[in-house]
């Protein structure tokens, strides 16, 4: 059996970067790398082991023995083991066993930057070299305007496992490559600009949805190899929709072949369980403070950037991140230095983290899910903010789901929860969420939430909607809500696609389609969707009738919209609105159309603007506003 030869791809450079935590492309120097060695075909490994006085590869080809090949330890005091073992090859399976100094402690770990892993419940790393050739050149070169943020960003955000099932063969997942055909096609079809996939890294408990991810470096081996993926990403690009990935930097599982207690020590995670351990996903939280640690992160960060051409990272958690009473009872957390509640490591972090990937790659963008106060989430870190491009906007999603499961008769006594949004929509550049964690856990699908016999459930999905897509900000939709699913979300299955021989579930879908076309052919919805000057109230107090209007303006005055959206079931004749100018009130899009099983109400395709001042406005006109329903106009 060959052992193991002195070999290296680190530089001292490399040692000093990584050590100082500003080494971003550590995936080019750790893991397992297939390379050619005075004619020799093998493999380089390298793996970061501080608190090791023995590391071994073990894996086919040695039979899982120890002994056969041990790694050399540097002598540069970085804790890095590495060293060249001829005859291994790609597709090879493998792990480090690692002796530790602390009380003779044996783990057996993959690898932290493995690219490719078995399919789960097994869970070694599989030596693996990409070789997919990219055909996406035109979509990278002008991506930096498709993906900016007067760009229209409609993100379709799913989970790849239960979007569509093979019934033909035992109702398998479909996989990278089926995806890259169907899913394609279907994004076309509805006309999202963005798709959003929860985590595709590798994760071995299917309950997780893929939160609790073990090999960072390594696409889910559920939906084929490495390759497919890219091919995947690479369709998506090809047909000009932009990816968005789920990154989780905030915790990672126990799991015994993971990163927790790596080497014997608390090597990635905080060793103080006030900070390395999150009681409510019972998973360890990274030492943020520790280099190492954060040039892995950010690395990773860069490697789906880089790799596999992500377009967006949309970050995991960030409240969890940022506060260390998260979720913590008094006694179980630790104040900074200067008494708060703030975690100023994990903070740092992401700034950096941010300055980075925007520092290095042209046309991306970053995305928080963050649910708290926190000032400046979407502010330049130059301005003193963490970076972000956009943030989720969690407020105006549990106060307009609040205000819509109750019966419209109710509403004019919430007309609050409907408008107060606006109060605070422009401190940050926020994206709307109605996300997979909106039906999951009893809190049933969207149609599900929907008060009224049938038909008002369907007309108030629609007006939910079509609000959404009305109001300032970026949208996000989780699958199976375009074609109206009537069960909460089972990971397990598929989406109920069935349901789609029926028209009202149909009208559904072809709302979508239709709002997200209205979203990018109107500069009114998106040029200024971050920014106050981009919208106006027309009326925001009429709670009697629950009815509110408000105007949309891009960067020109013909791309000003004016919206009406009628919360309750009865038609409102000759209602009056304020207008801003002269002309004729054209109609873009009714949600009430009969096409998309509406009643077919609401005002004719063209109304004479009066010039009589009402409401503050120079011009009036009066409309037919449809039941349940929300009418776009512009000014002709």
Known sequence: MSQVQVFS?????????????????????????????????????????????????????????????????????????????????????????????????????????????????????????????????????????????????????????????????????????????????????????????????????????????????????????PEGLMELVDALHQAEIGVILDWVPSHFPEDAHGLGFFDGSHLYEHPDKRKGYHPDWKSLIFNYGRNEVRSFLISNAFFWLDRFHADCLRVDAVASMLYLDYSREDGEWEPNKYGGNEYLEAIEFIKEMNEAVYGSFEGIQTIAEESTAFTGVTKPVYLGGLGFGMKWMMGWMHDTLEFFKKESIHRRYHHNDITFSMTYAFTENFMLPLSHDEVVYGKRSLLGRMPGDEWQRFANLRLLFSYMYTHPGAKLLFMGGEIAQSDEWNFLGSLDWHLLQYDYHKGIKLLVSDLNELYQKQPGFYEKQFSSEGFEWINYGDAENSVIAFIRKGHDAESTLIVVCNFTPVVRENYKIGVPGPGKLNLLFNSDNARYGGSGSGMTRSITIEENPYLGKPCSASLKLPPLGVLVMNIL
């Open 9 to 225: 791809l680190f530089t001292e450079f490399d040692i000093d970067l990584f050590k100082s935590g500003k080494h971003y492309r550590l995936y080019e120097k750790f893991g397992a790398h297939p390379v050619s060695r005075e004619g020799v075909e093998g493999c380089y490994f390298a793996v970061w082991a501080p608190s090791a006085n023995s590391v071994a590869v073990i894996g086919d080809f040695n039979y899982w023995n120890e002994n056969d090949h041990k790694l050399n330890v540097r002598w540069d005091q970085s804790g890095i083991w590495e060293g060249f073992i001829p005859g291994v090859k790609k597709g090879d399976r493998y792990k480090f066993k690692i002796h530790s100094n602390y009380n003779g402690v044996i783990t057996e770990k993959a690898d932290p930057y493995a690219l490719y892993a078995e399919q789960p419940p097994k869970t070694a790393s599989v030596v693996w070299q990409h070789d997919h050739v990219w055909k996406d050149e035109a979509w990278m070169g002008f991506r930096t305007d498709k993906n900016g943020l007067d760009r229209p960003f409609a993100v379709y955000e799913m989970h790849l496992g239960s979007w569509k099932r093979n019934l033909e063969e035992n109702g398998r997942s479909l996989n990278y490559s089926e995806l890259a055909v169907e899913l394609v096609a279907y994004l076309k079809e509805m006309n999202f600009t963005h798709v959003e996939f929860m985590p595709v890294m590798e994760f071995p408990y299917e309950p997780s949805w893929g939160y609790q991810i073990t090999g960072y470096f390594a696409p889910s081996s559920r939906f084929g190899e």
